[in-house]
C-alpha cells in the first residue's frame, strides 16, 4: 500500500525547458542592453560559468546550481566590477521563469486526490532551497505539501543515497510504500528504486508505460491526468 508520493519539480511538476527557454531570451536582451552582447555569445558564457562554478562547488551539492554564483562568474569573465548586475542578471532569470512556469496538466488535481486518500505528498529536489519555494508557491503546490528535501538541506544531490534517506525520514514510512516521481531515469527513477522506493518516471512525450533503465524496468507516468483517472492507481 502506498503511503507517501514524492514528486521531483523541475521538469516533472512544470516543464523547466521550456521557461529556461524564455528566461535565456530574456537574459540575451539584457545583456544585449548592458554588454552589447550577441545571443549566442551569452549563451556560450553562460554555459562556460555554470561548469566553472560546478568545478569550484563540486558536483555533489545544491550551489552548482546557484544562478546568482553563475552570473558572478560571468561578470568575472567579461572583466566587469559592477556586481549589482549579478543580482539584475539573477531576477531577470528567475523572474521570467516564475512568470512563464505553469503546472503540467493534471498535477494540482492529482496532489488534491492523493491528500483526500490521506496520501503524504512530499518534494524530492535538486537546488537551493528558496527559488524552489518560490515555484511551488507559483504552481500552487505548497499548500498540499506534508514534507520537502532539498539537495542543500540534505547536503548531497540526487541520486546519493542520503538524499533518499531523509526523503524516507520524512515521509514516515518503508521505502516500498514510497513512490518517487521525477523525469531523470538516473536521479528520480533509479536512484531512490535503489533503496526500495518505487521509482516511477515522469516523461510525457512517452507512448509507454514502462521504461527499460540499465536493465531494470520501470513504471512510466505519461499524463497525470491519465494517471488521475485511474492509471497506476493500483498501488495504492
Not at 518503508?174 to 533509479?190: H, M, Q, R, T
Request: hydrophobic share 40%; proline share 3%; charged share 30%.
Amino acid at each position: 500500500m502506498i503511503k507517501a508520493v514524492i514528486f521531483d519539480i523541475d521538469n516533472t511538476m512544470y516543464s523547466f525547458d521550456k521557461a529556461n527557454k524564455a528566461a535565456m531570451a530574456a537574459l540575451g536582451a539584457y545583456a544585449k542592453e548592458q554588454f552589447g552582447m550577441e545571443f549566442e555569445e551569452t549563451e556560450r558564457l553562460v554555459k562556460k560559468c555554470m561548469d566553472i562554478v560546478t568545478e569550484r562547488t563540486g558536483e555533489n551539492c545544491a550551489a552548482l546550481h546557484n544562478r546568482l554564483l553563475r552570473f558572478q562568474c560571468f561578470l568575472e569573465e567579461i572583466g566587469c566590477a559592477d556586481y549589482r548586475k549579478a543580482l539584475e542578471m539573477y531576477h531577470v532569470y528567475w523572474d521570467t521563469i516564475l512568470e512563464v512556469m505553469e503546472p503540467e496538466p493534471g498535477l494540482i488535481s492529482l496532489m488534491k486526490r492523493l491528500k483526500d486518500k490521506g496520501i503524504r505528498i512530499g518534494i524530492g529536489s535538486d537546488m537551493t532551497a528558496y527559488i524552489q519555494y518560490k515555484k511551488l508557491e507559483k504552481l500552487g503546490a505548497l499548500s498540499y505539501l506534508d514534507f520537502l528535501v532539498t539537495s542543500e538541506e540534505a547536503g548531497a544531490e540526487k541520486p546519493t543515497p542520503r538524499f533518499f534517506e531523509l526523503c524516507l525520514k520524512k515521509a514516515g514510512c518503508a521505502p516500498g510504500e514510497c513512490v518517487f516521481i521525477g523525469d531523470s531515469l538516473k536521479k528520480d527513477v533509479a536512484g531512490p528504486s535503489a533503496l526500495g522506493m518505487v521509482g516511477t518516471h515522469y516523461h510525457p512525450a512517452y507512448d509507454r508505460d514502462e521504461v527499460v533503465y540499465q536493465g531494470e524496468v520501470y513504471p512510466v507516468i505519461t499524463s497525470f491526468e491519465e494517471y488521475l483517472s485511474g492509471e497506476g492507481q493500483e498501488e495504492e
